[in-house]
């Protein structure tokens, strides 16, 4: 009998994939329960830890480095959720999170030219988010239930004035000025910034309030909410892994070495995103070619098979506009590799044998969109729903064409590439890695 077999029964999930999911859930805990708990809860969260680390094995390659790299991002992810969880704030009393250190603590391959951040909503309540937009090419503010999207704003939505200031307003009842009504079952608010200059990147300053009393108090320390954290991290843990673990073994079997033919949000304002999957040898390396993209802005970046993202801080395992060379043709080449190939352009696979790439183009340069709405069910492009099932919706075809890519020796790669390409010697990589270090730091405020 195997050792997942002598586990007690793991109960049916109460969360998905999606950690949204755990911030609705959590909202059920009772304030009132004078339970004493008796360690049964944490016996239970242990069950699901062990059930998430069996899974996360059994879907990850069996290299030296991805079986590492699997172990490592599921605590990782484990940070994550208990970020998420413990770090979230009474609703009525929001507080919008940090940006996520991405190069740290990942989950969903979160993008290293982002910052992130969140804050826990409840649909009978009204906000007021107001401050500086910053200077980022793409910003968002998404809302969900769970994995349903309920709403998303872009920067034009804001109404910013000539100096970035604004203030926008959501809740059940109308109120004066920028007011948006919001979907049942919102739940959260997720920012999004997405960075193409990390050294001249000037993040949002944020500020939310409430502009209702609440109903009731939050229940923070009672037995009931405990227990619901320990279960919703716990499921959340085991969900997430099954729903991106499952997605590489699918697109490895699928795509490998080849990007997907589809593009994700294809039919939306947000960025469209191509997933590609590589499985290669130590002598080989992936040479992806595609014309270079229009929009304000766009990325390339690798993960596991986790879907991790791997240390860009330290590495270059991701490039963006600003960041990537484009030859005199007009084609942006990028060479994923083991080893450093000597070209601006190396996506480093930090050793691991397979993994994915991801890659986010905003629509192309256009005047921003005018969109005239007092509802944010207007704005609702729920691609998250079903996505990482074999009939995920909200794919199609993308603005910009599917990335091409080809398995080269890497002792062949410079006749497979045009003669202008520079080189690139050691010691101007390290001098690139050092500055990554350091825009990194500064963007992420780590």
Not at 67 to 88: D, K, N, P
Not at 200 to 209: G, N, T, V
Request: with cysteine; glycine share 8%; aromatic share 8%.
């Amino acid at each position: 009998m195997s050792e997942l077999s002598n586990q007690r029964p793991i109960a049916e999930p109460v969360v998905d994939w999606s950690f949204f999911s755990m911030a609705r859930y959590l909202m059920t805990a009772q304030p009132a329960d004078e339970r004493v708990l008796d360690g049964s809860e944490w016996d239970g969260f242990l069950d699901l830890l062990r059930t998430a680390g069996t899974l996360a094995t059994e879907l990850s390659p069996a290299g030296l480095v991805d079986r590492v790299s699997a172990s490592r991002g599921l605590l990782q992810m484990l940070h994550f959720g208990l970020e998420r969880t413990l770090g979230a704030a009474d609703p009525s009393r929001p507080v919008l999170s940090r940006p996520w250190p991405v190069h740290l603590f990942d989950y969903g391959a979160g993008n290293p030219d982002a910052v992130y951040r969140t804050v826990v909503l409840r649909d009978d309540l009204t906000y007021r988010v107001s401050g500086d937009l910053g200077n980022a090419p793409f910003l968002s503010f998404e809302f969900f239930d769970g994995t349903r999207q309920t709403g998303s704003l872009l920067r034009s939505d804001l109404r910013a004035d000539a100096d970035g200031r604004f203030e926008v307003t959501f809740g059940p009842e109308e109120r004066p000025g920028n007011w948006l009504a919001v979907v049942p079952g919102t739940s959260y608010l997720l920012t999004r910034e997405f960075f193409d200059d990390w050294s001249h990147a000037q993040p949002s300053l944020l500020e939310i309030e409430c502009l209702d009393a609440p109903a009731s108090s939050w229940p923070v320390m009672t037995a009931d909410r405990v227990s619901k954290e320990l279960e919703a991290v716990g499921q959340w843990l085991i969900e997430t892994v099954r729903v991106f673990g499952n997605a590489h073994v699918r697109g490895v079997a699928d795509f490998a070495n080849a990007f997907e033919p589809t593009a994700l949000r294809a039919d939306s304002d947000l960025p469209t995103i191509y997933h590609g999957f590589w499985d290669l040898a130590a002598h080989e390396c992936l040479l992806i070619e595609t014309p270079e993209p229009e929009g304000d802005y766009w990325g390339f970046q690798l993960s596991n098979a986790l879907w991790n993202t791997l240390d860009f801080a330290n590495r270059q395992t991701s490039l963006n506009r600003t960041q990537a060379h484009v030859d005199r043709d007009g084609q942006l080449r990028l060479v994923l590799a083991h080893e450093d190939p000597g070209v601006p352009n190396w996506l480093d696979t930090l050793g691991h044998e397979q993994g994915a790439v991801h890659v986010r183009l905003s629509p192309a340069r256009r005047a921003a969109p005018l969109r005239s709405h007092r509802d944010l069910a207007e704005t609702v492009n729920d691609w998250m729903s079903g996505w990482g099932t074999e009939t995920q919706d909200g794919s199609g075809p993308g603005q910009h064409p599917v990335p091409q890519a080809r398995v080269v020796k890497l002792a062949g790669l410079r006749a497979e590439l045009p003669p202008a390409t520079p080189t690139v010697h050691p010691a101007e990589r390290a001098r690139i890695l050092a500055e990554r270090l350091r825009q990194v730091t500064r963007m992420q405020r780590s």
